[in-house]
């Protein structure tokens, strides 16, 4: 398996703009998660699926950020409009089950928003 | 809520051990994890121990869990260069499906 597939790796784009992240996970796993990490906030849960359902979405930071899950080989993260404090590294992990083996990361998607 | 703290850096020379420390304030923590991050990667699940062992070791690696001081340790012997890297620790409750991360220790090795 190639693992985790997040696109694209870099993103810069203007204030105001629509951002979209898209998210490939590992094939049978059940569980996909979105994660923002920051120097000043560490890594942040923003919000995650299981069996392509959203169960928990309490760390999306507001109404600008929203996720979808379409399929299970599929996950979008869309950020409408962006402004500048959103610049982070975003994360994709999928797991199996109920986690004890832990996550399989994404390499990541660096946002900047100028 | 949750939490898991761990110190910001360690700086260690090559060939000697280091020792990465996390507490963790959740009680029924079932799972307890280390993950290793370079630089413009994700994290990469270096190892796991279930809250009913004290200690586990995977060839370098040694983590040690004192359960009643919420206390988790990563050993690495004979530290490489190709250690250095950020090491997050993080924890993971029965039932609860959250995995809570700490900040991060980032680790220098001084050749």
């Known amino acids: 398996d190639a693992g985790v597939i997040q696109s694209p790796r870099h993103e810069v784009t203007e204030m105001g703009q629509e951002v979209t992240l898209r998210c490939k996970p590992i094939s049978g796993h059940d569980y996909l998660f979105w994660y923002r990490q920051t120097m000043m906030r560490g890594l942040e849960l923003l919000i995650y699926?299981?069996?392509?359902?959203?169960?928990?979405d309490s760390g999306m930071p507001e109404d600008r950020f929203s996720a979808k899950m379409p399929n299970a080989s599929f996950s979008t993260l869309k950020i409408q409009p962006s402004e500048p404090r959103d610049s982070a590294v975003y994360f994709c992990?999928?797991?199996f089950g109920t986690g004890g083996s832990g996550y399989t990361f994404g390499s990541g998607t660096r946002l900047t928003v100028v | 809520g949750e939490d898991v703290e761990q110190s910001l850096f360690l700086s260690v020379r090559e060939g000697d051990s280091s020792v990465i420390n996390c507490t963790y304030t959740?009680?029924?923590?079932?799972?307890l994890y280390w993950y290793k991050q370079e630089p413009g990667a994700g994290l990469q699940l270096l190892t796991y121990i279930f809250s009913n062992m004290d200690m586990k070791q995977d060839q370098r690696l040694t983590v040690l869990l004192n359960k009643k001081d919420k206390h988790l340790s990563l050993r690495i012997a004979d530290t490489q260069t190709g250690d250095s890297a950020i090491y997050f620790c993080a924890e993971s409750s029965d039932g609860g499906f959250k995995t809570i991360f700490g900040a991060g220790t980032r680790l220098f090795v001084k050749a």
């Open positions: 992990a999928s797991s």
């Open positions: 699926f299981n069996n392509n359902v959203p169960i928990d």
């Open positions: 959740d009680s029924s923590s079932t799972y």
